[in-house]
């Protein structure tokens, strides 16, 4: 397990400045605790209190039904609610239709638009009855497969006014993984944009790319598409639909579906330790409830706040926190169609002065790959309006923890670096901004009614501080995963098999004397480059694809840039020889199949893979190997051929 690398606190931890304090949600770590205390002590009290920021067209009959031994989870069951309706109706019906719910900034510097939670209503109003008029019913599954444009909101939030269950894949995913992941949950509609726009990059084939898949899609009837670009793109006549035509071609009224808390809201595909990608179902009562009120108290959000989170709404982090949390609390949300580094590395700050961003939002990946540019991009730009930063996806470092607080926060905005999963539907572990101390590196402590523990390997669990193990859940929240669709089995095996009665995480932590989590990465076949989740057998799989390939074994290693980054070794087929095309090949195989962004980044033909004599490929050995640990590679006594390590460590990519 790889747990080794906890670092020591340092000894002074950053306090919340008094203004951070004065006007918060929580303004003091005495009043998180005893908050804290109180919503473990009375868990379905705190919640059903919680509970009344939505509204709901049907009380509920039970807070929580919930038990990890029969893997059963339900939340707020006999409820009624909307979705769409709790993250706009209600804003206008309360008299705040004039306030901008999305300010969208364009790829290009010159292109924003703001759309007023009024104009929001509208759209989302006329796109339902646009999914209903192509056949859309409750309980259908629409896959969105958009870039970053306003239209991406609209069309999650039509899904969930008619019942619609939305899976939105990541726009940089390949025709192949869209094609895996439509056909999992069978959709019958597709949403996609003609072509889209990324840094330096003009014209990414989307509906091409939708085209291409729709031949192996047997449940896709309709497809909606988007203009964004204007480029001409193919469209089949009686299949496909121009988004705005079929808007503006339709009424302006849609009457919210009410829907019982527990029904599925949405999937998201997730990378698997087996291969195939998992679809985590969310419910629309409980999974809503958490993205707000997470949204609340950990962003401190307050109205009239600008706040930006630069997720892309293709992974966990843009649903809960870039649609459902903000917008249910009538946030004003920047969405940014760019990448960091265009026109040039000054574009977060830019945008951040232009907009006057209050509260923001990012990656660790993107704070240190814009650090190493140097302080100049930054000191550009008027930044006075930060009051607070948040940091996901990966553990940040000090390095770049202190840079961030340092010259984006100019040492007054507190971070709040926010653990969580696409399975866990919002933050578990973050400090409060107002309350709680924070220590570079660590996520702090639980968030309200989160029961984090720690197990050995051997499925104890370790009491008291300066602990080290896996990180487990005791208890349910309303925001957790209800299932894998169409497969609950691997939702049973994959989180509640390995210690019974408790979620497994697959992360590694350390609880330190005081009492504070440090994510120590993953435990299981997961890598995280980028942030972004991908699974060592998927990157196998797609390699496997190639056909000079024999067999390949993928590791994550230290990058510094990516965090993690990816290692291939790889054996050739007999008669085959290694060469730069290859490799190249190899490469692009692999952008094809799963995305660029699951490219390995050292690629080495290896005569053999170490392997144990069951046939067990050990990569405890190869990630070693990839890490340049050499003279630390353990007992290889267990190998059935210990001479394949030699050769493995005199081929290393540097
Ligand atoms: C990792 C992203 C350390 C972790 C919301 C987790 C983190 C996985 C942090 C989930 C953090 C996320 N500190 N590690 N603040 N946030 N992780 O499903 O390994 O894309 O299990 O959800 O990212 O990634 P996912």
Same mark, same amino acid.
């Given at each position: 397990m790889n747990n080794a690398a906890a670092p020591t606190p340092p000894a002074p931890s950053y306090k919340p400045t008094d203004a951070a304090s004065v006007s918060a949600h929580v303004s003091s770590l005495s009043q998180y605790s005893a908050l804290y205390e109180e919503s473990l002590r009375d868990n379905d009290g705190f919640w059903a209190k919680q509970a009344e920021r939505l509204d709901w067209i049907k009380k509920w009959d039970k807070v929580s039904d919930c038990n990890f031994n029969e893997v059963s989870i339900r939340w707020f069951q006999g409820g009624k609610l909307n979705a769409s309706h709790?993250?706009?109706d209600r804003h206008v019906q309360n008299g705040h239709g004039d306030v901008t719910a999305i300010i969208w900034e364009g790829n290009d510097p010159a292109q924003t638009r703001k759309i007023s939670y009024r104009e929001l209503h509208e759209q989302v109003q006329r796109a339902a009855n646009a999914l209903k008029a192509s056949g859309v019913q409750k309980g259908d599954r629409v896959c969105i497969y958009l870039q970053m444009i306003p239209e991406m909101a609209v069309a999650i939030l039509a899904c969930a006014r008619i019942g619609a269950v939305h899976s939105v894949v990541f726009g940089a995913f390949s025709a192949e993984s869209l094609i895996s992941r439509i056909n999992d949950s069978s959709c019958k509609v597709i949403i996609t944009q003609d072509t889209g726009v990324r840094g330096t990059k003009q014209d990414i084939p989307m509906k091409a790319n939708v085209d291409k898949a729709i031949g192996?899609?047997?449940?896709?009837?309709k497809v909606f598409v988007v203009r964004r670009t204007g480029s001409i793109v193919e469209m089949k006549e009686g299949r496909d639909i121009v988004w705005q035509t079929a808007l503006d071609s339709t009424s302006p009224h849609c009457e919210p579906e009410a829907m019982d808390a527990e029904d599925p809201l949405f999937i998201l595909y997730t990378s698997g330790s087996t291969g195939k990608p998992k679809g985590v179902l969310h419910a629309t009562g409980g999974y809503l409830l958490y993205a707000s009120v997470t949204h609340h108290?950990?962003?401190?959000?307050?109205? $009239? *706040?600008?706040y930006w989170c630069t997720a892309d709404v293709g992974w966990i982090t843009g649903h809960s926190y870039l649609i459902y949390g903000p917008l249910a609390n009538r946030a004003t949300v920047v969405?940014?169609?760019g990448v960091p580094n265009f026109p040039d590395y000054g574009r977060f700050w830019?945008?951040?002065?232009k907009h006057k961003v209050n509260i923001f939002y990012t990656a660790p990946t993107a704070l240190r790959s814009l650090m190493k540019? $140097? *302080?100049a991009w930054p000191d550009q730009y008027n930044l006075s309006s930060l009051r607070l930063l948040g940091t996901v996806g990966e553990p940040i470092k000090s390095p770049e923890w202190t840079w961030y607080h340092k010259v984006i926060g100019k040492g007054h905005c507190p971070i709040v670096d926010t653990w969580w999963q696409t399975e866990t539907g919002g933050i578990l572990i973050t400090p409060l901004p107002g309350a709680t101390p924070t220590k570079p590196g660590s996520a702090t402590l639980p968030f309200f009614g989160i029961r984090p523990a720690v197990m050995t390997d051997q499925g104890e669990e370790l009491?008291?501080?300066d602990v080290r193990?896996?990180?487990?859940l005791s208890g349910s929240w309303p925001g957790q995963m209800r299932t894998v669709y169409g497969d609950h089995q691997r939702f049973v095996d994959t989180y509640f098999k390995r210690f019974p009665g408790k979620y497994f995480t697959g992360d590694g932590c350390w609880r330190d004397p005081d009492g504070y989590y440090w994510i120590t990465g993953r435990v299981d076949d997961i890598i995280i480059v980028s942030g972004h989740n991908i699974g060592t057998a998927e990157v196998e799989g797609a390699i496997g694809q190639h056909n000079s390939v024999a067999e390949a074994a993928v590791v994550g290693y230290p990058h510094d840039i990516k965090g993690t980054a990816i290692y291939a070794y790889v054996t050739l087929k007999t008669g085959q020889v290694a060469s730069d095309q290859i490799r190249k090949e190899i490469n692009l195989k692999v952008r094809e199949v799963l995305g660029p962004h699951a490219a390995p980044e050292k690629l080495q033909f290896a005569d053999g893979l170490p392997k144990t004599r069951s046939g067990k490929i050990m990569r405890r050995i190869l990630r070693k190997i990839a890490e340049n640990e050499l003279d630390n590679l353990g007992d290889i006594s267990t190998l059935a051929e210990p001479a394949v390590v030699e050769s493995l460590v005199s081929g290393r990519v540097n």
């Open positions: 709790n993250c706009v192996q899609t047997p449940t896709v009837e108290y950990v962003f401190d959000y307050k109205p $009239g *706040d600008v969405m940014f169609e830019q945008v951040i002065e540019e $140097g *302080d009491h008291g501080n193990g896996c990180l487990v």
